[in-house]
């Protein structure tokens, strides 16, 4: 079994490589999940993220 660590902004890598996402926000981990789940997580910090513009476009990338 591998651990490894990356941290990242750039989203199409998270969906590529990762098995499980940490997302981060007021110094603490708010969500450890698979990116499928992750961005449909209730947590206001993670919607907004994932509601901009940026975060709508890769996740329409991945989801269709």
Do not use: C, T
Request: proline share 6%; net charge positive.
């Amino acid at each position: 079994n591998w651990m490894i660590v990356r941290v990242s902004h750039h989203l199409d890598s998270l969906w590529d490589v990762a098995d499980r996402v940490d997302f981060l926000g007021e110094g603490r981990v708010l969500a450890e999940e698979p990116m499928p789940v992750l961005v449909k997580n209730p947590n206001p910090i993670i919607k907004r993220y994932f509601n901009s513009k940026r975060g709508q476009l890769r996740v329409k990338a991945h989801l269709d």
